[in-house]
């Protein structure tokens, strides 16, 4: 089992930029493949970026080149710096992890963290 706390999101205008946190508590986060997802009022959820055991990334069409997924194992922690954000972006953010088959499969997810771009 591990629990998973969103953080960093907020309001900020056309082309700038966030940085959320996912915090992991229980077991060990390095064990899993973890994600970002996010899901927009209105709109299913979308697969952002996710980070495997061995390092690898992966990343959603709309989000490469301006997202980037990154983990500090030491400290059970995952990050998605997101640059170039556009009103498009406006979304609750989830954070995820686990052992599913795919990209998109995972076992445990945060609470979430808004994410409001204006433009």
């Known amino acids: 089992q591990v629990q998973l706390v969103e953080s960093g999101g907020g309001l900020v205008q056309a082309g700038g930029s966030l940085r959320l946190s996912c915090a992991a508590s229980?077991?060990?986060?390095?064990?899993?493949?973890r994600g970002w997802f996010r899901q927009a009022p209105g709109k299913e959820r979308e697969f952002v970026a996710a980070i495997t055991r061995s390092g690898d990334t992966y990343y959603g069409e709309s989000v490469k080149g301006r997202f980037t997924i990154s983990r500090d194992n030491t400290n059970n922690m995952m990050y998605l710096e997101m640059n170039s954000l556009k009103p498009e972006d406006t979304a609750v953010y989830y954070c995820a992890a686990g052992f599913g088959a795919t990209l998109y499969e995972y076992e445990y997810w945060g609470q979430g963290t808004q994410v409001t771009v204006s433009s």
């Open positions: 229980g077991r060990t986060f390095s064990r899993y493949r």
